[in-house]
């Protein structure tokens, strides 16, 4: 099992340039999640997905869109980068909304907008 | 909604010591608490969690204990080694999980 995969593992974008962080699990989840990571601010929800199917916004989810493009993949766009969103992104899964659920995260992407 | 406040932001101890970091929580209706480790570069990993009808829980050098009554929820970590250096994220979980801002803990030989 490969668990949670993320590409690119970095990206230099010039502010305006738009661009697709792919996420896929390989562990039959139903609940998959995408944060953002800043020194000194912890990890963000930015959207998430509770079931294939199905998207809902998070804590800071202005500038981005998501797609759960099936029960294995979920997508988060960026359509108009902005230096703001220089952070690293990580996808994370788990088996379900419920309480108590491990949630498993991705290596992570290292975004930079110039 | 929920707001996860963790402190300290920064922790350094001798090898061997102990090592608590605390984290509140502002939703009572909150009924499960993990805790991550962030290596450098690296992605976050569960280490221990603990559901609201527990006190306590231990696994070998960690524990975590839970005061529900004045919502907050602690991580102990014992007999400290360098490679417990780390950044550390407490989380609550009501609805969805929401993150404390990370303990950097160093641990001196």
């Known amino acids: ?8 593992k970095f990206q230099v974008l010039k502010t305006g340039q738009s661009m697709t962080l792919q ?6 989840h139903n609940s998959m999640y995408w944060y953002r990571q800043d020194p000194g601010m912890g990890l963000r929800l930015i959207y998430y ?14 500038g981005y869109n998501v797609s759960r493009l099936n029960k294995r993949e979920f997508s988060l766009r960026l359509e108009s980068a902005a230096p703001s969103q220089t952070s690293v992104y990580f996808c994370a899964s788990n088996p379900g909304l419920a309480a108590g659920r491990e949630q498993y995260f991705g290596p992570g992407t290292r975004l930079t907008v110039t | 909604g929920e707001n996860v406040e963790q402190h300290p932001s920064t922790l350094s101890v001798q090898e061997g010591d102990s090592a608590v970091i605390k984290c509140t929580y502002s939703d ?11 290596e450098l570069g690296k992605r976050p990993q569960l280490i221990i969690d603990i559901r609201s009808n527990v006190g306590e829980k ?15 929820f602690s991580l102990h970590i014992t007999e400290t080694q360098p490679e417990d250096s780390a950044v550390y994220f407490c989380a609550a979980f009501e609805g969805n999980l929401i993150f404390g801002k990370g303990t950097k803990l160093s641990v001196k030989p």
């Open chain 1, 23 to 28: 996420c896929a699990q390989d562990m039959n």
């Open chain 1, 49 to 62: 997905s509770a079931s294939e199917g199905t998207t809902d916004k998070g804590e800071v989810p202005n």
């Open chain 2, 58 to 72: 231990k696994d070998q050098r960690i524990a975590v204990t839970l005061n529900k009554t004045a919502k907050h």
């Open chain 1, 1 to 8: 099992n490969a668990g949670v995969t993320q590409t690119p």
């Open chain 2, 28 to 38: 009572s209706a909150s009924n499960y608490f993990p805790w991550y480790k962030q």
